[in-house]
């Protein structure tokens, strides 16, 4: 991989064809830490995600990604996702607030498309607004000034020219501080600001929001005043946890139906 890659954050689809039977799941930071969850994953890929028509995973997909050219670890993750695309699966993929480097050697080596962060498309029939969900934290005020920071070309050209080692030490001690952050941080802000998601809604003329982040799964119903909304929350994933969790969103009869695991 050349260094003098554009930053993957600029090489991303604003636009994509209408999704017609997907499933959704974000959150899932996988990480040779937690076999159990990549165990999941992969069973999920082969058993659930198989009877789809497309598979959208809104950010997250791994614990931290430094970039495509320290892939080596994920291997079998990205064998799982070509193994998929190659049976015609449809892949979709958005950056998370871990994994923003995911870059277009790895959309490649998955047959996947980078999705830009928000984007309105047809789902199900529905105009429907995707976000990882990040950005609609707004309350989170130090979290968005982080964000804005690894977003800049600039930032990401410069961590991409460090060693691999470097880069993991630094995303190690990134993950140790914000785990320490958000220790002492108000449950309230690291949600949504609900008028962050009705400017979203209304901007967008969306009639159902889709993300991940806030790990809250769930539905809400969202008034725009002259029309409702949904706003449909996906889990996060850790079948290694002592409370093991995960799960994804499909849809049955046109509906959403959020389905999370035992
Ligand atoms: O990730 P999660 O869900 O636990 O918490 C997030 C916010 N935290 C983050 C940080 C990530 O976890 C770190 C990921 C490492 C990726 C490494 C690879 C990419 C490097 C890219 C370089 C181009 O996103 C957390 C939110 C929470 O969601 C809820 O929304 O609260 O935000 C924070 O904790 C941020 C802190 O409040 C402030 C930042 C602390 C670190 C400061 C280090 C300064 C280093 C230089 C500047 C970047
Ligand atoms: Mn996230």
Avoid at 83 to 104: F, K, Q
Wanted: aromatic share 6%; net charge negative; hydrophobic share 45%.
């Amino acid at each position: 991989m050349s260094l003098a890659d554009p930053p993957p954050v600029l090489a991303v689809s604003a636009t994509a064809a209408p999704l017609l039977d997907p499933v959704f799941v974000s959150d899932l930071h996988l990480a040779a830490e937690r076999p159990r969850t990549i165990r999941r994953f992969l069973q999920f890929l082969q058993q659930d995600a198989a009877r789809h028509r497309e598979l959208v995973i809104l950010g997250d997909l791994f614990e931290f990604w430094i970039g495509d050219d320290g892939a080596g670890a994920a291997r079998p993750v990205v064998d799982a996702l070509a193994a998929c695309s190659d049976i015609g699966l449809r892949l979709l993929l958005m950056h998370g607030n871990r994994d923003p480097l995911l870059g277009r050697h790895f959309a490649a080596a998955t047959g996947g498309t980078l999705l830009a962060d928000p984007i309105v498309l047809d789902v199900a029939g529905t105009k429907t607004l995707l976000s990882h969900g990040d950005a609609w934290c707004t309350r989170d005020v130090a979290y968005q000034q982080f964000r804005a920071t690894i977003r800049q070309p600039q930032f990401q050209r410069d961590f991409l020219s460090k060693s691999l080692d470097e880069r993991i030490a630094f995303a190690r001690s990134l993950r140790l501080q914000s785990e320490d952050a958000k220790s002492t941080k108000a449950i309230d802000i690291m949600d949504v600001t609900p008028e962050a998601v009705l400017a979203a809604l209304r901007e967008s003329g969306a009639g159902r929001i889709i993300h991940g982040h806030t790990h809250r799964p769930g539905s809400h119903v969202v008034d725009l005043g002259d029309a409702l909304a949904e706003r449909w929350v996906l889990p996060d994933w850790d079948l290694d946890d002592a409370e093991p969790r995960g799960g994804f969103l499909e849809f049955a009869d046109g509906r959403p139906r959020l389905v999370l695991f035992d």
